[in-house]
């Protein structure tokens, strides 16, 4: 069973940035699928940002381009989501995700963008 452990989330003030790594328990192997997922209070969960492991190919939900960038770190196994210019709307749960036989997630972490 993979598991996936997010870390990194808080409060932070508009304007502000953020890095969330995605502590991942098995090896990352190339062509896997990963992804930061966030849910707000009434929202489904959606996507921020994926990436396939080893291929450089990433995607980006609208509203975080050109703030947001997805990584990974193949010596501390780990993908990251360093976030830049947070703003108000950014609040929310956000989740790592892993896709392979099956969908794994991690427990979540929560970031809180107020002034």
């Known amino acids: 069973q993979v598991r996936l452990v997010e870390s990194g989330g808080g409060l932070v003030q508009p304007g502000g940035s953020l890095r969330l790594s995605c502590a991942v328990s098995?090896?990352?192997?190339?062509?896997?699928?990963m992804g930061w997922y966030r849910q707000a209070p009434g929202n489904e969960r959606e996507l921020v940002a994926n990436i396939i492991i080893g291929s450089g190919i990433t995607k980006y939900a609208d509203s975080v381009k050109g703030r947001f960038t997805i990584s990974t770190d193949s010596v501390k196994n780990t993908v990251d989501l360093q976030m830049n210019n947070l703003q108000p709307e950014d609040t929310a749960v956000y989740y790592c995700?892993?896709?392979?036989?099956?969908?794994?997630w991690g427990q979540g972490t929560r970031v809180t963008v107020s002034s």
């Open positions: 995700n892993l896709k392979r036989e099956m969908n794994y």
């Open positions: 098995e090896k990352l192997v190339d062509s896997y699928l």
